[in-house]
Antibody, heavy 120, light 108 residues
């Protein structure tokens, strides 16, 4: 069974940093691209960033480009999101999602999310 | 970026009725790279359909997807009580991937 468990969320002041982690199990991690998708309270879904199976292809939404960095460690079956210069509008539930393939496509499996709140 | 517009915003139906949800793209979605997701309150989204019409593993056959180019449809043939939820479409043919704003299917 595919399991994705996010961690690292919390309350942080504007301008500060936070690092999210996603622990994956139940599938061959380095066969698939991975993503972060977020959902602001009461709002819809927004793709944040994605990374291919071998980290050779990385993409970001314009809203986070230059501030967020995605990475993965295939030896540890883990996905990360380093979030710097956080803003109030980054407040959201952040989901880790497994791609359907080795490069970017649909989101086949989702974690339960970790909540990031940016507020002074 | 491709903008996806979902309609209607809310669909009020009774169990057993047919639900038809629309997703319209601002430009053609290449190779029908369109997916549909279901999200219930307090839960993560669940993949229903990918490639515009392929059902994901374990999805009941009352869910079907169709369409190409700029117009896509998710149909639920007969609504079950567990189908009342919010549904999102997503295109992954062009970067960045984008989602529609969602359609809420509520009990009438």
């Amino acid at each position: 069974e595919v399991q994705l468990v996010e961690s690292g969320g919390g309350l942080v002041q504007p301008g500060r940093s936070l690092r999210l982690s996603c622990a994956a199990s139940g599938f061959t991690f380095d066969d698939y691209a991975m993503h972060w998708v977020r959902q602001a309270p009461g709002k819809g879904l927004e793709w944040v960033s994605g990374i291919s199976w071998n980290s050779g292809s990385i993409g970001y939404a314009d809203s986070v480009k230059g501030r967020f960095t995605i990475s993965r460690d295939n030896a540890k079956n883990s996905l990360y999101l380093q979030m710097n210069s956080l803003r109030a509008e980054d407040t959201a539930l952040y989901y880790c999602a497994k791609d359907g393939y080795s490069s970017g496509s649909f989101f086949q499996h989702w974690g339960q999310g970790t909540l990031v709140t940016v507020s002074s | 970026e491709i903008v996806l517009t979902q309609s209607p915003g809310t669909l009020s139906l009774s169990p057993g009725e047919r639900a038809t949800l629309s997703c319209r793209a601002s430009q053609s979605v290449s190779s029908s790279y369109l997916a549909w997701y279901q999200q219930k309150p307090g839960q993560a989204p669940r993949l229903l359909i990918y490639g515009a019409s392929s059902r994901a593993t374990g999805i009941p056959d009352r869910f079907s997807g169709s369409g190409s180019g700029t117009d896509f449809t998710l149909t639920i043939s007969r609504l079950e009580p567990e189908d009342f939820a919010v549904y999102y479409c997503q295109q992954y043919g062009s970067s960045p991937q984008t989602f529609g704003g969602g359609t809420k299917v509520e009990i009438k």
